[in-house]
Protein backbone atom coordinates (compact mmCIF):
# COMPACT_ATOMS: atom_id res chain seq x y z
CA UNK A 1 0.00 0.00 0.00
CA UNK A 2 1.20 3.43 -0.49
CA UNK A 3 1.20 6.39 1.57
CA UNK A 4 0.40 9.52 0.35
CA UNK A 5 2.45 12.48 0.98
CA UNK A 6 0.56 15.25 2.98
CA UNK A 7 1.48 18.87 3.02
CA UNK A 8 1.19 21.27 5.95
CA UNK A 9 -2.51 20.68 6.87
CA UNK A 10 -4.28 24.32 5.35
CA UNK A 11 -7.91 24.73 6.86
CA UNK A 12 -10.77 24.76 4.61
CA UNK A 13 -14.32 26.92 5.09
CA UNK A 14 -15.65 23.14 6.50
CA UNK A 15 -12.84 23.39 8.81
CA UNK A 16 -13.61 26.78 10.25
CA UNK A 17 -17.43 25.77 10.02
CA UNK A 18 -16.64 22.83 12.61
CA UNK A 19 -15.18 25.21 15.15
CA UNK A 20 -18.59 27.25 14.83
CA UNK A 21 -20.29 24.54 15.82
CA UNK A 22 -18.32 23.19 18.69
CA UNK A 23 -18.57 26.99 19.94
CA UNK A 24 -22.37 26.65 19.63
CA UNK A 25 -22.46 23.65 20.96
CA UNK A 26 -20.62 24.86 24.09
CA UNK A 27 -22.62 27.90 24.27
CA UNK A 28 -25.91 25.45 24.61
CA UNK A 29 -24.10 22.94 27.09
CA UNK A 30 -22.67 25.77 29.56
CA UNK A 31 -26.05 27.48 30.06
CA UNK A 32 -25.77 27.99 33.77
CA UNK A 33 -23.09 31.25 32.94
CA UNK A 34 -24.34 34.69 33.82
CA UNK A 35 -28.00 35.00 32.36
CA UNK A 36 -27.82 31.97 30.59
CA UNK A 37 -25.19 32.59 28.02
CA UNK A 38 -21.30 33.01 27.17
CA UNK A 39 -22.80 34.55 24.24
CA UNK A 40 -22.75 38.47 24.98
CA UNK A 41 -19.35 37.88 26.96
CA UNK A 42 -17.43 36.30 23.87
CA UNK A 43 -18.98 39.64 21.42
CA UNK A 44 -17.36 41.74 23.94
CA UNK A 45 -13.90 39.91 23.81
CA UNK A 46 -13.91 39.72 20.02
CA UNK A 47 -15.12 43.98 19.97
CA UNK A 48 -11.87 44.78 23.04
CA UNK A 49 -9.41 42.57 21.35
CA UNK A 50 -9.98 44.48 17.55
CA UNK A 51 -11.16 48.23 19.29
CA UNK A 52 -7.52 49.27 20.01
CA UNK A 53 -7.07 49.53 16.57
CA UNK A 54 -4.71 53.18 15.71
CA UNK A 55 -5.58 53.99 11.94
CA UNK A 56 -2.89 56.28 12.23
CA UNK A 57 -0.10 54.16 13.29
CA UNK A 58 -1.72 50.44 12.17
CA UNK A 59 -1.44 49.24 15.87
CA UNK A 60 -3.59 47.04 17.65
CA UNK A 61 -6.63 45.32 16.44
CA UNK A 62 -7.65 41.63 16.86
CA UNK A 63 -4.37 40.46 14.66
CA UNK A 64 -2.38 39.12 17.79
CA UNK A 65 -4.67 38.03 20.83
CA UNK A 66 -1.98 40.19 22.61
CA UNK A 67 -4.89 40.51 26.07
CA UNK A 68 -3.77 36.59 26.50
CA UNK A 69 -0.60 38.91 28.17
CA UNK A 70 -0.54 41.16 30.74
CA UNK A 71 -0.29 44.09 30.99
CA UNK A 72 -3.21 44.22 28.10
CA UNK A 73 -5.58 41.50 30.04
CA UNK A 74 -4.51 43.50 33.00
CA UNK A 75 -6.31 46.79 31.28
CA UNK A 76 -9.41 48.09 33.53
CA UNK A 77 -11.42 47.77 30.72
CA UNK A 78 -10.37 44.29 30.09
CA UNK A 79 -12.12 42.93 33.68
CA UNK A 80 -14.27 39.87 33.09
CA UNK A 81 -13.12 38.74 29.66
CA UNK A 82 -10.91 36.53 30.85
CA UNK A 83 -14.42 34.26 31.29
CA UNK A 84 -14.51 34.47 27.62
CA UNK A 85 -10.80 33.57 26.80
CA UNK A 86 -11.11 30.36 29.59
CA UNK A 87 -14.71 29.52 27.90
CA UNK A 88 -12.51 29.15 24.06
CA UNK A 89 -9.58 27.07 25.58
CA UNK A 90 -11.08 23.90 25.17
CA UNK A 91 -11.75 25.01 21.71
CA UNK A 92 -8.61 25.77 20.81
CA UNK A 93 -7.21 22.37 22.25
CA UNK A 94 -9.71 20.92 19.86
CA UNK A 95 -8.57 22.64 16.89
CA UNK A 96 -5.00 23.55 17.72
CA UNK A 97 -4.63 25.04 14.45
CA UNK A 98 -6.33 27.95 14.76
CA UNK A 99 -5.05 31.06 16.47
CA UNK A 100 -6.29 32.88 18.95
CA UNK A 101 -6.97 35.86 17.10
CA UNK A 102 -9.05 34.21 14.55
CA UNK A 103 -11.01 32.17 17.08
CA UNK A 104 -11.69 34.87 19.53
CA UNK A 105 -12.86 36.51 16.49
CA UNK A 106 -14.52 33.65 15.19
CA UNK A 107 -16.46 33.21 18.79
CA UNK A 108 -17.84 37.14 18.38
CA UNK A 109 -19.35 36.04 14.55
CA UNK A 110 -20.82 32.50 16.13
CA UNK A 111 -22.25 34.71 19.09
CA UNK A 112 -24.21 36.89 17.47
CA UNK A 113 -25.39 34.68 14.90
CA UNK A 114 -26.27 31.96 17.81
CA UNK A 115 -27.99 34.52 19.78
CA UNK A 116 -30.12 35.64 17.21
CA UNK A 117 -28.50 38.27 15.40
CA UNK A 118 -27.45 38.82 11.62
CA UNK A 119 -24.50 36.55 9.99
CA UNK A 120 -21.67 37.99 10.83
CA UNK A 121 -19.32 36.88 7.54
CA UNK A 122 -15.63 35.96 8.94
CA UNK A 123 -12.00 35.24 7.22
CA UNK A 124 -8.96 34.02 8.41
CA UNK A 125 -5.68 35.68 8.40
CA UNK A 126 -4.95 36.73 11.95
CA UNK A 127 -1.40 35.64 13.29
CA UNK A 128 -1.07 35.54 17.19
CA UNK A 129 2.05 37.59 18.36
CA UNK A 130 3.86 38.38 21.21
CA UNK A 131 3.39 40.33 24.42
CA UNK A 132 5.57 43.24 22.65
CA UNK A 133 2.91 43.53 20.42
CA UNK A 134 0.14 45.08 23.59
CA UNK A 135 -1.22 47.99 23.09
CA UNK A 136 -1.03 50.60 25.61
CA UNK A 137 -3.88 51.45 28.25
CA UNK A 138 -6.67 53.53 27.19
CA UNK A 139 -7.61 52.96 23.73
CA UNK A 140 -11.07 51.37 24.89
CA UNK A 141 -14.24 53.69 25.64
CA UNK A 142 -14.33 54.99 29.59
CA UNK A 143 -18.06 54.94 30.03
CA UNK A 144 -18.29 57.55 32.64
CA UNK A 145 -17.66 60.11 29.17
CA UNK A 146 -19.73 61.62 26.80
CA UNK A 147 -19.59 62.13 23.22
CA UNK A 148 -16.20 64.29 22.38
CA UNK A 149 -15.13 61.04 24.12
CA UNK A 150 -16.63 58.15 22.09
CA UNK A 151 -16.33 59.83 19.00
CA UNK A 152 -11.97 60.53 19.38
CA UNK A 153 -11.73 56.55 20.44
CA UNK A 154 -14.42 54.84 17.61
CA UNK A 155 -12.41 57.79 14.77
CA UNK A 156 -9.10 56.75 16.17
CA UNK A 157 -10.34 53.01 14.80
CA UNK A 158 -11.84 54.48 11.07
CA UNK A 159 -15.37 54.69 12.35
CA UNK A 160 -17.61 57.60 11.94
CA UNK A 161 -20.81 58.36 13.29
CA UNK A 162 -23.54 55.77 11.84
CA UNK A 163 -21.19 53.05 12.42
CA UNK A 164 -20.43 54.18 16.21
CA UNK A 165 -24.30 54.24 16.88
CA UNK A 166 -24.96 50.81 15.09
CA UNK A 167 -21.90 49.16 16.90
CA UNK A 168 -23.23 50.37 20.65
CA UNK A 169 -26.41 48.45 19.64
CA UNK A 170 -24.39 45.22 20.94
CA UNK A 171 -25.68 46.20 24.42
CA UNK A 172 -28.88 44.55 23.60
CA UNK A 173 -27.08 41.72 24.82
CA UNK A 174 -25.20 40.71 28.17
CA UNK A 175 -25.10 43.06 31.14
CA UNK A 176 -22.83 45.06 33.78
CA UNK A 177 -21.09 43.18 36.51
CA UNK A 178 -20.10 45.21 39.87
CA UNK A 179 -16.46 43.25 40.08
CA UNK A 180 -15.43 44.30 36.60
CA UNK A 181 -16.77 47.34 35.55
CA UNK A 182 -18.09 48.56 38.92
CA UNK A 183 -21.41 49.27 36.80
CA UNK A 184 -24.68 47.13 37.18
CA UNK A 185 -27.47 45.60 35.68
CA UNK A 186 -28.73 44.65 31.87
CA UNK A 187 -29.50 47.35 28.83
CA UNK A 188 -32.88 45.43 28.67
CA UNK A 189 -35.01 42.38 29.44
CA UNK A 190 -33.50 39.72 26.67
CA UNK A 191 -29.63 40.05 27.18
CA UNK A 192 -29.42 37.14 25.27
CA UNK A 193 -31.13 37.42 22.60
CA UNK A 194 -29.87 40.15 19.88
CA UNK A 195 -32.38 42.55 18.97
CA UNK A 196 -32.77 46.84 18.57
CA UNK A 197 -34.55 46.77 21.84
CA UNK A 198 -31.35 49.05 23.06
CA UNK A 199 -32.55 51.65 20.83
CA UNK A 200 -36.39 51.59 21.55
CA UNK A 201 -35.21 52.06 25.13
CA UNK A 202 -33.31 54.78 24.88
CA UNK A 203 -35.81 56.18 23.48
CA UNK A 204 -38.85 55.05 25.34
CA UNK A 205 -38.26 55.32 28.30
CA UNK A 206 -37.54 57.65 30.81
CA UNK A 207 -33.50 57.24 32.16
CA UNK A 208 -33.28 58.87 36.28
CA UNK A 209 -29.70 58.80 37.86
CA UNK A 210 -29.52 55.22 39.67
CA UNK A 211 -29.08 56.41 43.41
CA UNK A 212 -26.80 54.30 44.82
CA UNK A 213 -22.28 54.05 45.43
CA UNK A 214 -21.37 52.98 42.38
CA UNK A 215 -20.54 54.40 39.28
CA UNK A 216 -23.01 56.86 38.01
CA UNK A 217 -25.30 55.23 35.28
CA UNK A 218 -28.95 55.49 34.87
CA UNK A 219 -31.86 53.26 35.26
CA UNK A 220 -35.16 52.90 33.73
CA UNK A 221 -38.02 55.08 35.58
CA UNK A 222 -40.75 51.99 34.99
CA UNK A 223 -38.86 49.25 36.00
CA UNK A 224 -35.51 50.51 37.63
CA UNK A 225 -34.60 47.07 36.66
CA UNK A 226 -32.11 48.25 33.64
CA UNK A 227 -29.72 50.44 32.73
CA UNK A 228 -27.76 52.70 30.58
CA UNK A 229 -24.38 54.58 30.89
CA UNK A 230 -23.31 57.63 30.51
CA UNK A 231 -21.80 56.83 27.12
CA UNK A 232 -25.54 55.07 25.90
CA UNK A 233 -27.31 58.55 26.68
CA UNK A 234 -24.85 60.21 24.82
CA UNK A 235 -26.76 58.60 21.97
CA UNK A 236 -29.33 60.00 21.72
CA UNK A 237 -27.89 63.52 24.01
CA UNK A 238 -26.34 63.92 20.28
CA UNK A 239 -27.89 65.27 17.38
CA UNK A 240 -25.90 63.32 14.66
CA UNK A 241 -25.83 60.22 16.67
CA UNK A 242 -29.60 60.33 17.98
CA UNK A 243 -30.72 60.37 14.52
CA UNK A 244 -29.61 56.40 13.76
CA UNK A 245 -30.72 55.71 17.26
CA UNK A 246 -34.26 56.63 15.59
CA UNK A 247 -33.65 54.78 12.63
CA UNK A 248 -32.45 51.74 14.37
CA UNK A 249 -35.61 52.00 16.42
CA UNK A 250 -37.81 52.26 13.50
CA UNK A 251 -36.14 48.83 11.42
CA UNK A 252 -34.56 46.43 12.92
CA UNK A 253 -33.65 44.81 9.47
CA UNK A 254 -31.55 48.13 8.63
CA UNK A 255 -29.73 47.94 12.02
CA UNK A 256 -29.29 44.18 11.60
CA UNK A 257 -27.61 44.82 7.99
CA UNK A 258 -25.30 48.10 9.64
CA UNK A 259 -24.51 46.31 12.52
CA UNK A 260 -23.46 43.26 10.58
CA UNK A 261 -21.23 45.47 8.10
CA UNK A 262 -19.65 47.66 11.02
CA UNK A 263 -19.22 44.28 13.38
CA UNK A 264 -17.09 42.53 10.24
CA UNK A 265 -15.50 45.90 9.81
CA UNK A 266 -13.83 46.06 13.30
CA UNK A 267 -12.81 42.38 13.54
CA UNK A 268 -10.58 42.97 10.55
CA UNK A 269 -9.10 46.46 11.54
CA UNK A 270 -5.44 46.11 11.32
CA UNK A 271 -5.68 42.52 9.90
CA UNK A 272 -3.38 41.94 6.43
CA UNK A 273 -5.29 39.45 4.78
CA UNK A 274 -4.28 38.21 1.58
CA UNK A 275 -7.95 37.00 1.22
CA UNK A 276 -9.82 39.15 -0.83
CA UNK A 277 -13.28 40.36 1.19
CA UNK A 278 -15.79 38.73 -1.30
CA UNK A 279 -14.00 35.38 0.13
CA UNK A 280 -15.61 35.76 3.48
CA UNK A 281 -17.18 32.82 4.97
CA UNK A 282 -20.82 33.14 5.88
CA UNK A 283 -20.98 30.29 8.86
CA UNK A 284 -23.87 27.97 9.27
CA UNK A 285 -26.11 28.60 11.78
CA UNK A 286 -27.26 26.15 14.49
CA UNK A 287 -30.74 26.84 14.96
FE1 LIG B 1 -19.83 47.57 25.77
N1 LIG B 1 -19.69 47.66 27.79
N2 LIG B 1 -19.18 49.49 25.63
N3 LIG B 1 -19.82 47.42 23.74
N4 LIG B 1 -20.37 45.62 25.93
C1 LIG B 1 -20.02 46.68 28.68
C2 LIG B 1 -20.54 45.43 28.37
C3 LIG B 1 -20.73 44.97 27.07
C4 LIG B 1 -18.87 50.32 26.67
C5 LIG B 1 -18.81 49.97 28.00
C6 LIG B 1 -19.23 48.74 28.51
C7 LIG B 1 -19.49 48.41 22.87
C8 LIG B 1 -19.29 49.76 23.20
C9 LIG B 1 -19.11 50.22 24.46
C10 LIG B 1 -20.66 44.78 24.87
C11 LIG B 1 -20.40 45.03 23.53
C12 LIG B 1 -19.98 46.26 23.03
C13 LIG B 1 -19.75 47.13 30.01
C14 LIG B 1 -19.97 46.30 31.27
C15 LIG B 1 -19.27 48.40 29.91
C16 LIG B 1 -18.85 49.31 31.04
C17 LIG B 1 -18.79 45.34 31.49
C18 LIG B 1 -18.98 44.48 32.71
O1 LIG B 1 -19.10 45.03 33.82
O2 LIG B 1 -19.03 43.24 32.56
C19 LIG B 1 -18.62 51.65 26.16
C20 LIG B 1 -18.23 52.85 27.00
C21 LIG B 1 -18.79 51.59 24.80
C22 LIG B 1 -18.70 52.67 23.78
O3 LIG B 1 -18.62 53.84 24.07
C23 LIG B 1 -19.37 47.85 21.55
C24 LIG B 1 -18.96 48.64 20.30
C25 LIG B 1 -19.68 46.51 21.65
C26 LIG B 1 -19.69 45.42 20.59
C27 LIG B 1 -19.87 45.65 19.30
C28 LIG B 1 -21.27 43.57 25.36
C29 LIG B 1 -21.80 42.41 24.52
C30 LIG B 1 -21.31 43.69 26.76
C31 LIG B 1 -21.89 42.67 27.75
C32 LIG B 1 -20.78 41.78 28.26
C33 LIG B 1 -21.27 40.75 29.26
O4 LIG B 1 -20.40 40.16 29.93
O5 LIG B 1 -22.47 40.52 29.40
Given at each position: ASVKATGPFVPTKEDYQKVYNEIARLLVEKDEYDDGSYGPVLVRLAWHASGTYDKETGTGGSN?????????????????????????????????????????????????????????????????????????????????????????????????????????????????????????????????????????LLLDEKWEKRKWNGPQQFTDKTTKTLMMLPTDLALVKDKEFKQHVDRYAKDSDVFFKEFSDVYVKLLELGVPFTSKAEDRFVFKSSA
Amino acid sequence: ASVKATGPFVPTKEDYQKVYNEIARLLVEKDEYDDGSYGPVLVRLAWHASGTYDKETGTGGSNGATMRFAPESDHGANAGLKHARDFLEPVKEKFPWITYSDLWTLAGSCAIQELGGPVIPWRPGRADRDLAACTPDGRLPDASKDQRHIRDIFYRMGFDDREIVALCGAHALGRAHTDRSGFDGPWDFSPTVFTNEFYKLLLDEKWEKRKWNGPQQFTDKTTKTLMMLPTDLALVKDKEFKQHVDRYAKDSDVFFKEFSDVYVKLLELGVPFTSKAEDRFVFKSSA
